[in-house]
């Protein structure tokens, strides 16, 4: 059975980076959509990026867009999410998700539609 594992957070001051990564185990990342998620305390999952690797198309939420870059290096079967900028309220933790039925990335992605989930990796930006 297939696995995602989340690797990356921690606690960084706000304006600094970080690189959270998503590893696949058991099956390769060819024709699905990957997006991350996250969750802050109190609130709903939120996505925040996506790629798929069928067509290379991408997705960011607007509170995101321009500190955030999401990227494959398919040799090594991971994704990768560049976050720099960051803010306080990008405090939450992270998910992977991936789902092999979803072609291309048309918009904001929904929780349901992703049947594999990493564990999740907290993110904490102090201000």
């Known amino acids: 059975e297939g696995q995602l594992v989340e690797s990356g957070g921690g606690l960084v001051q706000a304006g600094g980076s970080l690189r959270l990564s998503c590893v696949a185990s058991?099956?390769?990342?060819?024709?699905?959509?990957i997006c991350w998620f996250r969750q802050a305390p109190g609130k709903e999952r939120e996505g925040v990026s996506c790629?798929?690797?069928?067509?290379?198309?991408?997705y960011y939420a607007d509170s995101v867009k321009g500190r955030f870059t999401i990227y494959m290096d398919n040799a090594k079967n991971t994704v990768y999410l560049q976050m720099n900028s960051l803010k306080p309220e990008d405090t939450a933790v992270y998910y992977c998700?991936?789902?092999?039925?979803?072609?291309?990335?048309?918009?904001?992605?929904?929780?349901?539609?992703?049947?594999?989930w990493g564990q999740g990796t907290q993110v904490t930006v102090s201000s």
């Open positions: 998700a991936a789902d092999p039925f979803i072609w291309s990335i048309t918009g904001k992605p929904s929780t349901t539609d992703f049947g594999s």
């Open positions: 058991g099956f390769t990342f060819d024709d699905y959509a």
């Open positions: 790629v798929s690797s069928t067509d290379g198309s991408t």
